[in-house]
């Protein structure tokens, strides 16, 4: 089993920045991407950015020239990093690892809350 956990919520004034991490661990094998999703209340859950085993990413529009998603390989860590956030953004962050073998992995959420 693979396990992930998420870090850095927290609470942000708007316009403010922050940096989410999520650490993979256990038997990963081989990863096929890693992503962050979020959940807002009355709001069905989106992906803000993906990144591939082979590095490329992809982003919401929403996010777009906002947020930065990058790894450390040899720490199997993926990072958010969000600029200019703005009330919008407040939701639950998710991490996600999906392996060559076709299986996902969901972290448990770190809450980012962005209110003056």
């Known amino acids: 089993q693979v396990q992930l956990v998420e870090s850095g919520g927290g609470l942000v004034q708007p316009g403010g920045s922050l940096t989410l991490s999520c650490v993979a661990s256990g038997s990963i094998f081989s990863i096929y991407d890693m992503g962050w999703f979020r959940k807002a209340p009355g709001k069905q859950r989106e992906l803000v950015a993906l990144?591939?085993?082979?590095?490329?990413?992809n982003y919401a529009d929403s996010v777009k020239g906002r947020v930065t998603i990058s790894r450390d390989n040899a720490k199997n860590t993926v990072y958010l990093q969000m600029n200019s956030l703005n009330p919008e953004d407040t939701a639950v962050y998710y991490c996600?690892?999906?392996?060559?073998?076709?299986?996902?992995?969901w972290g448990q959420g770190t809450q980012v809350t962005v209110s003056s």
């Open positions: 990144i591939t085993g082979g590095g490329s990413t």
């Open positions: 996600r690892l999906r392996n060559t073998m076709i299986s996902s992995y």
